[in-house]
């Protein structure tokens, strides 16, 4: 079994590094690494060629935003799953891959929903998958701890209506078509608390309330108030994670949530209001 990993950067020469320095010590080396470059002036594409011990599959040219160029990087895949880690993305250790390969070995999944390292200032806390029933509120797992079958993301690209939740919106649709899902409570990526989700609060809560009404075919009440419920928890967790960590910064120590490691476990789901799709 091979995986695709598909790193997407625009100027980020120390992030691309930083990814690729995970991906090289993974132990299970079954794997391409495919970098869609959108297109960089900085010396992001010259750091590139100088690593080493693994040579990635590159392609430079401008996009029209994150999810064309993700889009790109799924249809350039020759694994059989494809896992997202961007400039600055990083695996939650050496082993990931090995574990997801004997995991699927023996399983047929459409998408693995997958455990996450949340860090914020010098905090680290453990984040496990949620039930794919959150799809109502959100994703159910974070985009660089999610594993798709590649067929099914080349089925149906990204779509590039919208700029935070493609995302979202993508597995929202699968979920209304029928999907199967797998659990896999251990980290698969070290997510770091920012970025634009967590600032543009505004086109969040838009793109969130018209993926709710449109494509889950909730009620626009529900829509609205499942959407403000989102954006508000993006508000509060920033603000209780800030305030908390804040106690800790500058020591050397990481306040880790423990984990349990658990066999992948599978359930075919199809949100109950996707009737007539």
């Known amino acids: 079994m091979m995986f695709s990993v598909v790193s997407v950067v625009l100027n980020d020469a120390d992030g691309i590094l930083k990814t690729a320095n995970s991906i090289i010590a993974q132990s299970n080396k079954n794997y391409e690494w495919i970098i869609i470059d959108g297109g960089s002036h900085d010396e992001t594409l010259q750091e590139i060629k ?14 029209n935003g994150i999810y064309d160029a993700m889009n790109k990087g799924i249809d350039a895949a020759k ?11 990083s695996f939650a250790n050496q082993y990931v891959l090995e574990i997801l390969e004997h995991e699927l070995a023996t399983k047929l999944v459409d998408v693995v929903l997958g455990g996450t390292y949340q860090h914020i200032n010098n905090c ?11 799809i109502v509120h959100g994703l159910p797992a974070f985009h660089q701890s999610t594993v ?11 779509s590039l209506d919208f700029i935070l939740l493609s995302d979202y919106e993508w597995l929202s649709y699968r979920c209304s078509q ?12 070290n997510f770091f608390v920012g970025g634009l989700s967590y600032t543009n609060i505004w086109l969040k ?11 889950l075919r909730e009620s626009k009440l529900w829509s609205i108030i499942s959407a403000i419920h989102a954006v508000s928890k993006t508000l509060i967790v920033m603000y209780v994670l800030y305030m908390v960590c804040g106690f800790f ?10 984990y349990g490691r658990d066999t992948l476990t599978i359930e075919y789901y199809k949100h109950p209001k996707s009737s007539g799709l």
């Open 148 to 158: 798709y079958k590649t067929a099914l993301l080349r089925s149906q690209n990204y």
């Open 249 to 258: 910064k500058g020591s050397s120590n990481s306040r880790i949530m423990k």
């Open 79 to 89: 694994g059989e799953y494809l896992i997202f880690m961007n400039a600055g993305d």
């Open 124 to 134: 680290m806390f453990y984040r496990r998958p949620k039930n794919i029933n959150w």
């Open 50 to 63: 100088q690593i080493q011990k693994i040579k990635p599959i590159v392609y430079s040219e401008i996009d």
């Open 205 to 215: 809560f838009k793109e969130s309330y018209r993926i709710k009404y449109t494509v």
């Open 178 to 189: 029928g999907v199967t899902v797998g659990y896999l409570n251990y980290p698969i990526s």
